[in-house]
């Protein structure tokens, strides 16, 4: 049987009414459409662009971070160069003394041309003026010439907050490399840069010893280490005779920590940023803590008012945001895998955890307690020395940061002076404090896991 086809005519007035019933849905819909477009204005492409501008500010306050963090002086160079006078002895340095101190190069800084004359050996690294050369492209890191007019020479010298805190990865040459911000420079003689300015008369004023012992303070550091706190309580030495001067600290790694410096309740890291560019960079800014008001504990300070510092040129306060921003974005160095031993760190994890009580302080994945993450000297088994130049006599749980590098990051040693040069050091210590019985496997396992994190 065939099937039949069937057709579906509209009258014509039924046609009309097809239309017209549509024309007027079209009608409604856009009415209704016109109606929810405000609040679709003040909804949907707010939520859109908020998130935008969220994005797009961490951007720029990268960029702004990074910017500071590598090149901004504050203006510190009316200190190191106006009135130390640090510049001249700059100009003295050979290539080869300024490496010898722990200056680095940063080599993405460098010409072309510059670097194959290097690599061809056409460059004299025993003349000063290649070092003068080497500061006017700003590839020395940490520091900032101030030129002559004709440009021939240093009129002021300026540092920033690389200077202490970035390395460079010596792919270059030994000192000459990419940067690595946030690593601390523990090959820098900050003590004895400093000692080598002609004129020091603004610390023999501020400690009140005369010029040979400010010297002679400074050169006793050595390598890697800077004492904050002389310039609060004018102690130079530890009772055992040995400096009072402490190690440079890695600024990776520290989003989610509370205090940031070695001992207690110092601040976290803008707290820091702003006590370091004002009382150590000597930059021009505002700083208050009138905690170094204690004439007993911080005398040098207290006398010199330090803890209210205001100056007219405020060239540090605005740029502590992207500062902070941009540090607390360095992540912890990946450990090669070929750092450890697999197997036993993760034995030495469960070690890690319970028998040895590492855990209880070092709180995975932070390494640090989340919250108040101080304890006194007894409760770590060491001297109370440096906790007491702190304003509660404390030290920090110190975050376990990149362990398996003895290079460059823990070169010196760990804890806050580099009493411990090794881990088995660090390990034993705590085994013998805390009496934890640990037999020798366990203690090695355990040293695959601190290597591991």
């Known amino acids: 049987m065939k099937r039949r086809k069937t057709f579906v005519f509209f009258h014509s007035s039924n046609r009309h009414k097809f239309v017209t019933v549509a024309c007027v849905s079209l009608a409604l819909a856009l ?29 720029q306050m990268l960029a702004e971070g990074k910017q500071t963090f590598r090149f901004d002086t504050f203006g510190s160079e009316a200190f190191w160069g106006d009135t130390l006078k640090l510049h001249e002895a700059v100009a003295k340095l050979s290539p080869k003394k300024a490496l010898a101190l722990g200056l680095k190069v940063d080599a993405e800084a460098l010409p072309a041309d510059l670097v194959e004359q290097i690599k061809q050996g056409k460059v004299d690294l025993d003349d000063p003026a290649t070092t003068l050369a080497l500061v006017k492209l700003n590839a020395v890191v940490g520091v900032k010439a101030f030129l002559t007019p004709d440009g021939s020479g240093m009129k002021s010298i300026g540092i920033n907050c690389a200077l202490c805190h970035s390395t460079v990865d010596d792919s270059f040459a030994p000192g000459i490399g990419h940067r690595l911000d946030g690593w601390p420079n523990r090959d820098l003689d900050v003590g004895a840069i400093v000692a080598s300015a002609p004129d020091l008369s603004a610390f023999k004023k501020l400690l009140g010893v005369p010029e040979p012992t400010v010297r ?14 002389l310039v609060l309580d004018g102690k130079a030495f530890r009772p055992d005779g040995k400096p009072a001067a402490t190690l440079n600290p890695a600024a990776f790694g ?20 702003a006590f ?34 205001r ?22 160095p990946k450990q090669p895998p070929d750092s450890f031993n697999s197997e036993a760190a993760t034995r030495g994890q469960a070690i890690f955890n319970n028998k040895a009580k590492c855990a209880t302080c070092h709180v995975p994945p932070l390494f640090t307690e989340p919250g108040w993450n101080l304890h006194s000297a007894q409760e770590i088994g060491i001297d109370d020395f440096q906790a007491k130049r702190s304003p509660d006599n404390r030290y920090r749980t110190a975050p376990l940061r990149a362990l398996f590098d003895t290079q460059k990051i823990h070169k010196g040693g760990f804890y806050h002076d580099g009493r411990f040069a090794t881990l088995p050091e660090v390990v034993n210590h705590y085994e013998k404090a805390l009496k934890l019985q640990l037999t020798e496997q366990e203690k090695n396992d355990l040293i695959e896991y601190l290597r591991s994190i």
């Open 311 to 332: 100056d007219s040129d405020d060239q540090i306060t605005g740029k502590l945001p992207a500062l902070q921003f941009y540090q607390l974005a360095m992540p912890v």
């Open 216 to 229: 002679k303070v400074l050169k006793s550091w050595g390598p890697g280490k800077f004492d904050a706190q």
């Open 254 to 273: 520290l989003a989610g920590v509370n205090n940031h410096t070695w001992t207690g309740s110092w601040g976290n890291v803008t707290y820091w940023n």
């Open 31 to 59: 009415l209704f459409v016109i109606k929810l477009l405000p609040l679709l204005a003040q909804t949907t492409p707010e939520v859109v662009g908020y998130d935008d501008a969220i994005s797009h500010n961490a951007q």
């Open 276 to 309: 370091v560019s004002n009382l150590e960079m000597h930059g021009k800014g505002t700083f208050f803590d009138p905690r170094l008001d204690h004439k007993k504990k911080y005398p040098v300070a207290a006398k010199a008012g330090l803890g209210h510092k």
